[in-house]
């Protein structure tokens, strides 16, 4: 699932967070965990323990690399599905008759020989000023559209005020400009202004925008001078924005900037500023095959069952003690990555904290681990997918519905396969009657948080775009065999959580096709960490959740008529709002 973090911001602005609930000292932690390594067996039709513990073992495994988009790791996570569905008998449904789409990325790197020039001064790229590229999320998700390049000759400058205060300069006035804001000493607001898409897309008209960070030196942040993979969408429309030093603004408005009234012209501003692009190191594909469905008419619509193959490669600090992680996490940190690092433990925390690991080094030394193996994020749902459709491979009666199952690449990188399919689908789009979508479907045990209990499970869309889609859902849950204990808080409109902009069913809610989303635990200890690995899964559970959407598919695909729509139609281009 994807991180909504805006980490490469954080040396402009604090942030408040808030702080997680800690266990008292002393209080029972169960890490538990299976054996680190499973022997596959032969998969049957049934969704079955054996069968989870056989496909999660070798989607989780080291040997996956972590199934980073663009990095040979994610091609083998999509041969591997390739493979199974070729295996089953499913038709490709991706490009030249194979089972994959390609999703355009390419590595954007800041071109470090970028110079600027004020008068006979010049100011050079990652010492004087840094280029921001674009927020790694879908603008239909929030993200920002920055990543521009500039090149110019005397073009004229502006002084925009301060990001944060009232009195910014009027958007009109900065057409054909170079725009220059200070920032506020309000962080708070400072860090609302750089999330709001809103606020520097109003001075799009402007040649670039550059945003004073003070006297000192640049801030710290890597996105800003690493390469990134970047979604090469050639419709996007990229804003240029720099990060830089006090002393261009001071060059070019003579002076002091602290004392500058807003809607002050300087000196004319040269040079250029981009980026250089190359290919990345593996292609980023979807996986799209095709069940036909076995009525005459029916079979021309179908239900899409989606999951994200992708995760984040490897920890980007180098190796880390896999067990202390664990056991950090499990008291300090019980939301994994989406908790941030606590800054105060306590004293009966850390006695907890090493109490905890000594008995851990009785059983096994310490393992460095560097591989982020994402078995639940989202392998857990990548096999389940695979389980469903081989289920209705090998059922004598299949549905009356065509099945299209999308493996979608870059969720993690801002939902981008998901986005690249609904906006380029292989099946006529209005042929798509429904999305059934899952994330993290292999915990929700009572050491997961929020807890929930053991037979609760996480559900969003019931209600926003078809309320038939959600009594199907509904009344496939009543069957004795389920039962399951839906929570829908994070479906709740406003929720901070975000959940329903946070995973790749929302790209096809955009086209208003209805959708179901489920998730059997959204936080835990191994949330994005190198930790999440096959052995902490919980398979029986996810076993009994696999059946009901298997079975939740099965009522969809065979419905006299497609779900129906009774809620206003979603505008696609619109940025999500839970």
């Known amino acids: 699932m994807r991180s909504f973090s805006l980490l490469w911001l954080l040396p402009l602005a604090t942030a408040a967070a808030q702080a997680p609930q800690m266990p008292s000292a002393g209080s029972p932690i169960p890490l538990g965990g299976l054996s680190r390594t499973h022997r596959p067996e032969p998969t049957t039709a049934g969704i079955t323990v054996a069968d989870l513990m056989t496909r999660a073992y070798i989607i989780g495994d080291d040997s996956m690399q972590g199934r980073e988009t663009g990095l040979i790791g994610g091609v083998k996570g999509t041969n591997y599905i390739a493979s199974e569905l070729k295996r089953l008998g499913l038709k490709p449904a991706g490009e030249n008759s194979t089972f994959f789409q390609t999703v355009p990325f390419t590595m954007h790197r800041p071109d470090s020989s970028s110079?600027?020039?004020?008068?006979?001064?010049?100011?050079?790229?990652?010492?004087?000023?840094?280029?921001?590229?674009?927020?790694?999320?879908?603008?239909?998700?929030?993200?920002?559209?920055?990543?521009?390049?500039?090149?110019?000759?005397?073009?004229?400058?502006?002084?925009?005020?301060?990001?944060?205060?009232?009195?910014?300069?009027?958007?009109?006035?900065?057409?054909?400009?170079?725009?220059?804001?200070?920032?506020?000493?309000?962080?708070?607001?400072?860090?609302?202004?750089?999330?709001?898409?809103?606020?520097?897309?109003?001075?799009?008209?402007?040649?670039?925008?550059?945003?004073?960070?003070?006297?000192?030196?640049?801030?710290?942040?890597?996105?800003?001078?690493?390469?990134?993979?970047?979604?090469?969408?050639?419709?996007?429309?990229?804003?240029?924005?720099?990060?830089?030093?006090?002393?261009?603004?001071?060059?070019?408005?003579?002076?002091?900037?602290?004392?500058?009234?807003?809607?002050?012209?300087?000196?004319?501003?040269?040079?250029?500023?981009?980026?250089?692009?190359?290919?990345?190191?593996?292609?980023?594909?979807?996986?799209?095959?095709?069940?036909?469905g076995s009525d005459p008419q029916l079979r021309n619509e179908y239900v899409a069952i989606g999951a994200h193959s992708d995760h984040v490669g490897f920890f980007p600090q180098g190796p880390v003690d896999h067990d202390s992680i664990r056991v950090f996490n499990a008291v300090a940190r019980p939301r994994g990555a989406d908790d941030p690092q606590p800054r105060n433990v306590t004293a009966a925390q850390w006695q907890q904290i090493h109490q905890m690991l000594d008995s851990i080094r009785k059983l096994r030394p310490t393992r460095l681990d560097s591989i982020m193996n994402g078995a639940d994020d989202d392998g857990s749902g990548t096999v389940l997918a695979l389980e469903v459709a081989e289920a209705y491979a090998l059922a004598k009666v299949k549905p009356k519905r065509s099945l299209l199952f999308v493996w979608h690449a870059a969720e993690e990188k801002g939902l981008y396969g998901a986005e690249f399919y609904a906006d380029h689908p292989t099946v006529p789009r209005d042929s798509i009657v429904a999305q059934i979508n899952m994330d993290q479907m292999g915990r929700g045990g009572p050491e997961d948080v929020p807890p929930g209990g053991p037979n609760s499970l996480v559900v969003l869309g019931t209600r926003r775009l078809s309320r038939e889609l959600g009594a199907v859902a509904d009344e496939v849950n009543q069957r004795p065999d389920y039962r399951f204990r839906f929570d829908t808080t994070f479906d709740a409109p406003r929720d901070p959580s975000q959940g329903w902009c946070r995973s790749d069913h929302y790209m096809y809610a955009r086209y208003s096709i209805p959708v179901l989303f489920f998730v059997s635990a959204v936080w835990y200890i191994d949330y994005h960490m190198v930790s999440d690995e096959p052995q902490y899964l919980n398979y029986p559970r996810m076993a009994k959740v696999g059946s009901y959407i298997r079975d939740v598919v099965g009522a969809v695909a065979n419905l006299a008529h497609r779900p129906a729509l009774d809620h206003p139609r979603i505008d696609p281009e619109a940025v999500c709002q839970q």
């Open 115 to 292: 110079v600027l020039r004020v008068g006979e001064r010049s100011f050079q790229a990652l010492s004087d000023f840094l280029l921001v590229p674009r927020l790694g999320l879908s603008a239909f998700i929030g993200g920002l559209p920055y990543g521009g390049s500039f090149e110019g000759t005397d073009v004229p400058t502006v002084w925009g005020g301060r990001i944060g205060d009232s009195g910014l300069i009027d958007p009109a006035a900065v057409r054909g400009k170079v725009v220059v804001f200070g920032l506020s000493r309000t962080a708070s607001v400072t860090w609302q202004f750089w999330r709001s898409g809103e606020n520097l897309q109003r001075y799009f008209g402007a040649r670039a925008v550059i945003v004073d960070v003070g006297a000192g030196a640049l801030p710290a942040a890597g996105g800003l001078r690493a390469e990134l993979l970047f979604y090469n969408d050639p419709t996007l429309r990229a804003l240029p924005v720099l990060l830089a030093t006090s002393a261009i603004s001071s060059e070019l408005f003579g002076g002091d900037v602290a004392v500058i009234e807003t809607g002050r012209i300087g000196r004319p501003l040269s040079g250029r500023f981009g980026y250089l692009d190359r290919p990345t190191e593996a292609p980023t594909r979807n996986v799209v095959a095709i069940l036909p």
